[in-house]
């Protein structure tokens, strides 16, 4: 089957867009306070706070969303793909999301502590089962699982406003401090045993996970990928919602102290995504950039070595066993270093493209996925 070209952009485009919030957290060092609604230092203080409250405006949340929600659509195509040819499904797709959760676990030990495919596997095999049924269980799952993650967030948030130091978090400067001066294996043994801590987030995401990837998995089944004249309708409809609905929300990241952050992050933002994800395919119909989104393509056919590769690059730039940039740049610098990184991925999955048919971690991904033993596992479900 022919790869879709706006899956691919939209992959390239996630990618980066997550960096562009996971920069500062490396910057940062993993000081949270630093990075969201530090009190001492609200938006309008400095040039410097304006420019980085107007970056994460503009990608917190949003490429993360974006990314989840190409997670389901493309859970959907292998689900079609197994149909047609026979598989059980789900079938292989479950070791799939076992090689997942083991990639995932390793990004978390040895490179970044707020990894978020763990998540993504555990939502994988959950969403496994769920995309085989019919439209109404479907809708059903996605309003309870959109309702729980609505209250939930709604809830803390509340919380956080009507407390006086609103967002604020434990230990940021013993964190700073090992990622500063400690060596690459100190870190690594800290994540190990702070496991239960840094996993939290990636639990508390799973309602919304699983709601974004059965969404993604919907709009899939209705064409909005596709190039045809029902799709870019479709999808001009998400971009208006998206933009009109999204923005408005995504401002409340303005209210000092923080109490919002949360808010925005995993509630407006995935609404302003749809704006995005609408935009980005209007500029590739109207061939806007072309040059630019082919590299974007290239990084989406690759997105998993890219998304390991760019957090590798952040750690050695920023962290103390490396070039020990981190601590307190300022913005300029941070998003200047954010830039170079995707400069380089551009590069490296280009360079790499015009040699190989996939990225390296897609290829032995792909090997893992088809091994003799999971093809006579899988057609053996089959009898």
């Known amino acids: 089957m022919k790869r879709i070209v706006l899956l691919d952009v939209l992959r390239g485009f996630a990618i980066i867009g997550t960096l562009g919030t996971n920069i500062w957290l490396f910057a940062y060092l993993g000081s949270l306070n630093k990075m969201f609604g530090d009190p001492l230092q609200p938006w309008w203080t400095s040039g410097d706070r304006l420019l980085q409250t107007l970056m994460l405006f503009l990608v917190n949340g949003k490429f993360l969303g974006l990314l989840t929600l190409l997670f389901g659509a493309g859970m959907e195509l292998k689900r079609q793909k197994a149909l047609r040819e026979g598989y059980v499904w789900p079938g292989v797709y479950i070791w799939t999301c076992v090689l997942l959760l083991i990639d995932g676990l390793l990004h978390y030990t040895l490179v970044l502590e707020y990894d978020v495919l763990m998540s993504y596997a555990i939502t994988g095999i959950i969403v496994s089962f769920i995309i085989n049924r019919s439209r109404r269980f479907i809708l059903i799952v996605m309003g309870l699982m959109g309702g729980i993650h ?162 590798i690059l952040a750690s050695a730039i920023f962290y103390g066993w490396g070039l020990g940039l981190g601590g307190y740049p300022s913005s300029l610098v941070i998003v200047l270093l954010w830039a170079g990184i995707c400069i380089v991925l551009m590069l490296f999955s280009h360079a790499w493209l015009l040699k190989f048919k996939s990225g390296p971690v897609e290829w032995l991904w792909r090997k893992l996925s088809i091994s003799p033993a999971v093809k006579s596992e899988s057609r053996t479900e089959q009898m």
């Open 150 to 311: 609505l209250i939930g967030v709604g809830g803390i948030t509340a919380l956080l406003a009507l407390t006086e130091s609103g967002a604020t978090f434990n230990n940021m400067d013993v964190i700073a401090k090992l990622y500063a001066t400690g060596t690459w294996w100190e870190q690594v043994l800290f994540r190990l045993d702070n496991f239960a801590f840094f996993r939290t987030e990636s639990i508390i995401i799973i309602p919304l996970n699983i709601f974004l990837f059965l969404l993604g998995s919907m709009l899939m089944r209705a064409n909005l990928f596709s190039d045809e004249a029902s799709g870019r309708l479709r999808r001009r409809k998400w971009m208006n919602f998206g933009l009109a609905a999204g923005i408005p929300l995504n401002l409340l990241l303005l209210v000092p102290g923080g109490s919002m952050d949360l808010f925005v992050r995993y509630i407006s933002a995935p609404i302003l995504t749809f704006g995005y994800l609408g935009l980005i395919a209007y500029m590739l119909e109207k061939n806007r950039f072309a040059g630019l989104f082919r590299r974007f393509e290239e990084i989406g056919k690759m997105a998993l070595s890219c998304y390991i590769l760019q957090n």
